[in-house]
């Protein structure tokens, strides 16, 4: 297992951007994929974007396409979402996950949750 912390939400305007992190304890975190996850009240929680445990291969929502970058630094235990050019429909509470499968989109691939973090997005 592996313990994962997010930080680097807040309150932004439309067209503005974020980066956030996610900061993993534990052993092993260059073996596991990582994906970043997003959920409003209400609904279901949403894939957002996946990197292998390489980092060659990455997924994309195609809502955050070209938007949002996933991106990941194995010797800092750290994955990141970099997002510009954010919408108020980006507004959320954002996950990290790890995963053991390659690379995935699937919620139910992922077996450790971060506690979130709030992304609030201004019109």
């Known amino acids: 297992q592996v313990q994962l912390a997010e930080s680097g939400g807040g309150l932004v305007q439309a067209g503005g951007s974020l ?3 996610c900061a993993a304890s534990g052993r092993a975190f260059g073996s596991y994929s990582m ?3 997003r959920q409003t009240p209400g609904k279901e929680r949403e894939f957002v974007a996946a990197i292998s445990w390489s980092g ?5 929502a195609e809502s955050v396409k070209g938007r949002f970058t996933i991106s990941r630094d194995n010797a800092k235990n750290t994955v990141y979402l970099q997002m510009v050019s954010l919408k ?5 509470v954002y996950y990290c ?3 053991r499968y390659a690379i995935t989109t699937t919620e139910a691939d992922f077996g450790s949750w971060g506690q979130g973090t709030q992304v ?3 019109s």
């Open 19 to 21: 980066k956030l992190s």
């Open 35 to 37: 994906g970043w996850f």
């Open 56 to 60: 060659v291969s990455t997924r994309y």
């Open 88 to 92: 108020p429909e980006d507004t959320a």
């Open 97 to 99: 996950a790890a995963g």
């Open 120 to 122: 609030t997005v201004s």
